[in-house]
């Protein structure tokens, strides 16, 4: 899917799908199980990565506004997006299904849609950024249907229990936010039961900006029991409250990020209860392959 900084691993091309196999091939070695996120940024993005210079596409014509960091990269610019017309919709949800047909091809054993942190299908969802007055936009319903969309392409093209989604209502990344983000939830938990699919992974409402924590009175809670597959949650967990959460059964896993990429060992430090190394974000999503991703001690090493 089309993306906004250099380096990103793409599933478009034959290439593509031949370079991602030796890399399935090692974790599958390993008895892991490796989904493939798929996503399209949207309006988080600029023209120097599009093809042909193109403007970058969004449900509006309302750029995000400068300067943003993410994922420890300063982006000077975003170029103004093109509003995409309704007749164009169906490509879109069609790139999602072929990009999730690649994966399959791959040997991934799923594929995880994203539809947070503000990117193309959050951008859709949230009233803040979505002024359509058509059947994409106004009302909640509308909102969700190109997300619900993609959701039932990629179920019907590689089947419901190899696809996930990653949410994240209650957030306000990359100036996408909604006036109502607890019905926003509730309402995508819901809608979601209708396609079986395997797990939704939704980011606590806590981190409501990238790499910051508040203190929060929402709740994925509704959420949870809303959806009838499995849950899992995101955002600032450490060893204690990531276990405290499973217990109290707020949700069946919680997902690990930069503690898991600073720690290649982090389950086996967790049963340990033994000292964690410390995440640098100045070596996340550099162009070095070897600095902030495989540098990192394991316990044993030390």
Aim: hydrophobic share 35%; charged share 25%.
């Amino acid at each position: 899917m089309v993306d906004w900084y250099p380096d990103t691993a793409g599933i478009w091309t034959k290439g593509q799908v031949e370079a991602w196999k030796p890399f399935v091939e090692a974790v599958h070695a390993r008895d892991g199980i490796f989904f493939r996120q798929i996503w399209n940024v949207g309006r988080v993005s600029n023209q120097d990565f599009q093809p042909k210079g193109q403007a970058p596409i969004s449900c509006t014509d309302k750029p995000v506004m400068p300067p943003i960091e993410a994922n420890g990269i300063n982006v000077a610019r975003f170029s103004p997006p093109r509003r995409l017309r309704t007749d164009e919709i169906p490509q879109v949800v069609d790139d999602f299904r072929l990009a999730a047909r690649n994966a399959m091809e791959v040997g991934f054993d799923g594929v995880e849609i994203h539809g947070a942190h503000g990117y193309l299908i959050d951008q859709f969802m949230k009233d803040q950024v979505n002024d359509r007055t058509n059947q994409y936009g106004g009302s909640l319903e509308n909102r969700c249907r190109f997300a619900l969309e993609v959701v039932e392409a990629v179920a019907n093209e590689i089947g419901a229990d190899k696809v996930a989604i990653r949410l994240s209502a209650l957030a306000d990344y990359m100036e996408s936010r909604d006036s109502n983000p607890n019905a926003l939830g509730l309402y995508m938990a819901k809608s979601l039961n209708k396609y079986g699919i395997l797990y939704c992974h939704t980011v606590e409402p806590r981190m409501r900006t990238l790499g910051e924590k508040f203190e929060c009175h929402d709740s994925l809670l509704p959420m949870r029991k809303g959806f009838n597959g499995s849950f899992i949650v995101a955002g600032g967990y450490e060893r204690e409250d990531g276990n405290q959460a499973v217990t109290e059964n707020h949700t069946d896993l919680v997902a690990y990020g930069r503690l898991f990429l600073a720690n290649p060992d982090l389950p086996r430090r967790f049963e340990l209860d033994a000292p964690l190394n410390k995440y640098n974000s100045d070596t996340c999503c550099t162009s070095d392959p070897v600095v902030g991703y495989t540098d990192y001690p394991f316990l044993e090493e030390k």
